[in-house]
């Protein structure tokens, strides 16, 4: 999986201490990474320091620098992880910054007028936001069309939606915790998570100013509203802790999890606009340098594992808190030297636009060499075309808006923001209905035969017939407890089985194990209804049927929820239900919590499994296991997708394809249980290949899970290997 997916499962995909995304995401996936937003006015407002001096300043040179900084820390970490860990930070500093400037602003705005106008707050975000972020999402939704695989085009769509609408964080919140979702390939704007993240924060942060503002003289005294921001602060920070540490995957993404983050520039603008001048030079000297060290140490240490938002982000909240504060000192060697150079001034004043690019810029360079993640000469590309983007959105959109005073009123304020999410609603459409339109093929008993073809002289079928599923709609051809509600989540320990088949039925089937036993269940629901079983289903997301305590993916522990679920489902399996026959079946890429090597890892699962199979003997219970099947390259459908007329490009090779030592096949060779053990691996493969395509059938919905209707068509295949058993029933 790739790094950028690595972010999206965390988040996918992908961030740290989820799962791509989650990375996100994982979290990152993608991974494959974190992804934020730069949102703050272009030219900071009048807001004391701490200078020298102590006097105001309008604009703040070591700010924009600090944005510069910001910026390119996101921009490395997406570009080659391994080269900043940590990188994702730089939103988090971002928001510090943001939170500051618009703190500032409203603070000026109560004190000099009284009063805070809501009407011309939102007006001035539409006016920063909308132009840049609007072009952006337009053009990268039409170049999707062209540049992204179909598959893709669907999720694409959604989050297109879910960007100009300003959700697009409570989207992927969502999606984070659906295991489905743990391959998706992170889309073109997936980046805006964060804008959506600041936009719902100023749906409550100018509220106070404005409740504040009209108070009477006693109660609008600075303190006040500095405990009104702080008590803001510390609920949201004390949130962003619980819930990262219980449910981490969507903690990376939602407000109440981040709102601490520009709260904290806004409680620092408070408090300087009192005290900032009693901070002397040399304390300013050092706070610049050690926020700015504090921020690099984050970036360079932190990791997709590091579990984040949560106390983590406070290192650099804090240190960009820092920078802030210490402002312009007058000391030789300051920070402000380095942040108010020509070179990082320029850096800030594309910083918000440059991330608005990057992110499609990488994601579209990935497809189109058909890549997990950059070469050095990709990079370096995305890097020049990212800067390039950036500089012409600043003098051709941003800089004439600011300039000529476009948008100012609140009727062309509202047409405007309200066209932008028109367009980008309507590409959305466009881009829904190409992958409704490709999506619609009809399954052909004569046509597609699936693994009736091997052996023939064209095992994979004729490329003049369409393949089913079509690969744009792969990921919807599921089996039965996906779309029953019976699939426990990785997070669920509730035993909640599907049942088909009579009640009456002489023969009572069980199949267990994680989603690699659910893949199985289309092929078991037609050798039931043949048989007049009665089958019930007890699978749950990345959990083998084991009694040793597995890994939870991508979170670094132990998977107790697995071992809570397995030891229920064995107590229900040997003395209520008591089934006939159990099929079993689970993925090798779980791993063993603890294990030192993967022998050791693979020894203990198998050692575990044979415990539980030992244990439904003596209950009179018969075991059937299933071989794992095989492993393909990520997001095989997209390659057959672009493959089209040779779905054989995207074939891997038998000896990559199955693992060299399956915990279910040692498992099976060691257990004083009579387990049968299946091995349909002929059934995958033609020779030394295992293609994707057999008999005008798409094989796989992803790199590892077999499409519903390929499992259905291998039936008699399972039912006759697994004879030995089924026969004496």
Known sequence: MSRHDEWYRRSSLGGPGARPLSALYSRHETHTVAIRTLTAPKSPPVVTTGTASG????????????????????????????????????????????????????????????????????????RRILPAAGLVLAVTGAAAFWLLPAPRLAETARELAASAFYVENLFLAAESVDYLAAEAAASPVQHFWSLAVEEQFYLLWPLLFAGWAVMGARARRLRVVFAATAAVLAISFVCSVVLTASDPQPAYFLPQTRMWEPAAGGVLAVALSRYGG???????????????????????????ATPFPGAAAAVPVLGAAAVIAAGHNGERWSSYGLLASALARFGGDVSYALYLWHWPVIVFLLAATASEELSALAGGLAVVVSVLLAWFTKVAVEDPVRRFGWLRAGRPAGVFALASALVVGLIAAGQYARYEWLRSVEFDSRVHVGPQALGTSDPEGSPEEPVYPSPVAAGEDLPSPYRDGCQASQHSTRLDPCVYGPEDADTTVAVVG???????????????????????????????????????????????????????????????????????????????????????????????????????????????????????????????????????????GRGEAF?????????????????????????????????????????YRDSHHLTATYSRLLAPELEEAAAPVLDGR
């Open 55 to 126: 006097a105001s300043r309008r604009f703040l040179p070591e700010v924009q620098g600090l944005r510069a900084v910001a910026v390119g820390l996101v921009l490395v970490y997406h570009v080659d992880h391994d080269l900043l860990p940590g990188g994702y930070v730089g939103v988090d500093v971002f928001f510090v910054i943001s939170g500051f400037l618009i703190t500032s602003l409203l603070l000026r705005e109560a004190r000099e007028t009284g009063r805070v106008s809501l009407a011309a707050f939102y007006i001035r975000r539409i």
């Open 278 to 304: 009693a901070l002397g030079p040399r304390v300013r000297w050092w706070l610049g340098w050690a926020g700015l060290a504090a921020v690099g140490w984050a970036a360079w240490s932190y990791s997709d």
């Open 659 to 699: 693992a060299d030592t399956d915990p279910q096949v040692i498992a099976a060779r060691e257990t004083d249980a009579d387990a049968g053990l299946v091995d349909l691996s002929d059934e995958f493969c033609t020779g030394d290949t295992c293609p994707p395509v057999i008999g005008n059938v798409l094989v």
């Open 514 to 652: 994680d989603s690699h036993a659910a893949h199985w269940v289309p092929a078991l629901q037609r050798i039931a209804e043949e048989r007049g079983w009665r089958l019930k289903t007890y699978t749950k997301s990345s959990c083998g049927f084991t009694a040793a305590t597995l890994a939870m993916p991508h979170e670094g522990r132990a998977f107790t929820e697995c071992a809570e679920y397995n030891r229920a489902l064995l107590e229900e399996l040997t003395t209520d239900l008591r089934p006939d026959v159990v099929f079993t079946s689970s993925s090798v890429l779980a791993t063993k919590d603890g294990a030192s090597s993967e022998a050791q890892d693979r020894a203990e699962i198998a050692a575990g499994m044979a415990q539980l199979w030992e244990s439904l003997d003596e209950a009179g219970s018969d075991v059937v296991a299933i071989r794992d099947t095989p492993q393909t390259r990520p997001r095989l459908p997209e390659c057959v997708s672009r493959h089209s007329d040779e779905p054989g490009t995207c074939a891997h």
